[in-house]
């Protein structure tokens, strides 16, 4: 079955700092990709997502890349700011539209 | 007006037990899904249903079972709880299968 890899699994920043997490995928026929938000003891919250159509996709602070060559994408928080932190989640949509979720990046950042 | 919607918020019962969780949306969309969630924060797709197909993930028991009374509803029916089913159980919700998911507030289920 289709599989997502995510890293890091962890990863703590300084405010101000940028902050990149990265995915792999399997299935080639993969198109589309979201990536959420999960605070501690809430609801998984759409974020950003990009379908295969195009390469890059940003909103405000934050943006995803896609290369479908390589099967990965990646998510880029700038100016990290205290409240980013909270677990986050790559996912892709496969051939039999089903959501496969990577095992997520628990980001902190540090005032 | 909460979009997706699951009660209840917490369940607490014994091994061996049958229980339901119940999910309603208000988004008027077409597809709902149910996600378990373990305690290592693992997202995984147990079933994906419109009013035209099931999808099951062929990993879950038979002893869960998705029902819809209709669109706006899809109830999760476990039966002969085990102490692994505990988990928070999420709902999900999108316009079309290859639409954006909304989730639900998640239930909490401790198996005793």
């Known amino acids: 079955g289709e599989n997502v890899e995510q890293h890091p699994s962890t990863l703590s920043v300084q405010e101000g700092d940028s902050a990149v997490i990265k995915c792999t995928y399997s299935?080639?026929?993969?198109?589309?990709f979201p990536w959420y938000k999960q605070e501690l003891g809430k609801r998984p919250q759409l974020i950003i997502d990009?379908?295969?159509?195009?390469g890059e996709k940003k909103d405000q602070r934050i943006a995803v890349t896609l290369n479908k060559t390589a099967k990965h994408f990646s998510l880029h928080i700038t100016e990290t700011q205290p409240e980013d932190s909270a677990v986050y989640f790559c996912?892709?949509?496969?051939?039999?539209?089903?959501?496969?979720f990577g095992g997520g990046t628990r980001l902190m950042v540090k005032p | 007006d909460t979009a997706v919607s699951q009660t209840p918020k917490y369940l607490v019962t014994q091994m061996g037990n049958d229980k339901s969780i119940k999910c309603e949306q208000n988004?008027?969309?077409?597809?709902m899904y149910w996600y378990k969630q373990d305690s290592k924060k693992f997202l995984k797709i147990m079933f994906s249903?419109?009013?035209?197909?099931?999808?099951i993930n062929e990993t879950v028991p038979n002893r869960f079972s998705p029902k819809s009374p209709d669109k706006a509803h899809l109830n999760l029916h476990i039966n002969s709880l085990e102490l692994g089913d505990s988990a928070v159980y999420f709902c999900?919700?999108?316009?079309?299968?290859?639409?954006?998911?909304?989730f639900g507030p998640g239930t909490r289920l401790t198996v005793l």
């Open positions: 249903y419109n009013n035209k197909e099931l999808i």
């Open positions: 299935d080639s026929a993969s198109n589309y």
């Open positions: 988004l008027g969309h077409d597809t």
């Open positions: 999900a919700s999108s316009h079309s299968s290859a639409d954006t998911q909304y």
């Open positions: 996912a892709d949509l496969n051939a039999g539209n089903m959501l496969t």
């Open positions: 990009i379908r295969s159509n195009v």
